[in-house]
């Protein structure tokens, strides 16, 4: 058993969830004259890949601590939504399913393309990390919830759409370029289509079922665009957290491991190691061709 990463690097350049402290480091002793180095970490549990725990939006739900192993770690799904999720799109379950097969209790990462746009790529571009990514309505928490999967990881800033949550105000011209956006591709203004009875639907109509996720996957996630395989994820064991950065791997047999590293080989990869997903379009291309055998 082999470990494919599927966490991004976090370092002080990594971007919080908007208005949420970021990454500071500070040297308290250093070798000289202390003989070891030792470091105060200060940060929100909303920085970098992460776990969204029950209590961050469901009072009386779990903390942290109270998740299983068994729940974290379990066969799950990497569907690519990349060639039908662009700026501010809304998802479907459908397009979920016409990609991979989901399985009831799977663990499922969904990969829009927008970690391309993360801190860690040479395509970098955090309004549109944050701000533009696609996002699913209403229709897909049901269908999340009906197919009773464990938990659900996105490679971008937030599981909800941008324009459900607080980033509609706080980022107004974006709010009325999205505007325009749903009104020609949807037929309805955005609030009309992510009315007050939605608002954070994927958070506030999830956890309080257990249905939680991660947010900020990458790594070396364009290696399995629209496959299965075991996923894990290790947050601390964080008494009252309500979140908790965390570290996310696919789990592969040792002669998957062999394969996916060639294509690893072949790929033009970020400063820090991972596969850089832009610049390697023939990896979606092989990725769209296995949806076609489905």
Same mark, same amino acid.
């Given at each position: 058993m082999k470990f494919i990463d599927l966490?991004?690097?976090?370092?002080?350049?990594?971007?919080?969830?908007?208005?949420?402290?970021?990454?500071?480091?500070?040297?308290?002793?250093?070798?000289?004259?202390?003989?070891?180095?030792?470091?105060v970490v200060t940060h929100s549990n909303h920085v970098g890949t992460h776990l969204d725990g029950e209590i961050h939006f469901y009072t009386p739900g779990k903390d942290i601590a109270s998740l299983d192993l068994d729940f974290l770690v379990h066969e799950g799904a990497v569907v690519d939504l990349s060639d039908c999720a662009a700026d501010y799109d809304v998802y479907t379950?459908?397009?979920?399913?016409?990609?991979?097969?989901?399985?009831?209790?799977?663990?499922?990462?969904?990969?829009?393309?927008? @970690?391309?746009?993360?801190?860690?790529?040479?395509?970098?571009?955090?309004?549109?990390?944050?701000?533009? @990514?696609?996002?699913?309505?209403?229709?897909?928490?049901?269908?999340?919830?009906?197919?009773?999967?464990?938990?659900?990881?996105?490679?971008?800033?937030?599981?909800? @759409?941008?324009?459900?949550?607080k980033i509609r105000e706080w980022m107004p011209r974006e709010a009325a370029e999205c505007d325009s956006h749903f009104k020609q591709k949807y037929g309805k203004g955005l609030a009309e289509y992510?009315?007050?009875?939605?608002?954070?639907?994927?958070?506030?109509e999830m956890f309080n079922?257990?249905?939680? @996720?991660?947010?900020c996957v990458g790594g070396d996630l364009d290696l399995l665009l629209n496959q299965r395989c075991t996923i894990g994820c290790f947050p601390w064991r964080f008494v009252d957290g309500e979140s908790s950065i965390s570290r996310i791997v696919a789990m592969v047999d040792d002669d998957r491991y062999a394969e996916l590293m060639k294509k690893k080989a072949k790929a033009k990869l970020t400063k820090f190691g991972d596969v850089a997903g832009a610049e390697n379009a023939?990896?979606?291309?092989?990725?769209?061709?296995m949806r076609a055998k489905k």
């Open positions: 966490t991004i690097p976090l370092g002080i350049g990594t971007p919080p969830w908007p208005t949420y402290i970021p990454l500071q480091v500070q040297y308290f002793k250093r070798q000289a004259p202390n003989g070891a180095n030792g470091q379950s459908k397009q979920v399913e016409e990609r991979v097969e989901v399985k009831e209790g799977d663990i499922l990462i969904i990969h829009t393309g927008f @970690h391309h746009y993360g801190w860690d790529q040479p395509t970098a571009d955090e309004v549109r990390y944050m701000v533009k @990514h696609p996002g699913p309505d209403r229709e897909f928490a049901e269908w999340a919830k009906k197919k009773k999967l464990r938990w659900i990881g996105v490679d971008c800033g937030s599981a909800d @759409h941008p324009m459900n949550t992510f009315s007050d009875d939605k608002y954070q639907l994927m958070h506030i079922k257990g249905l939680i @996720h991660a947010e023939w990896l979606h291309e092989e990725a769209r061709k």
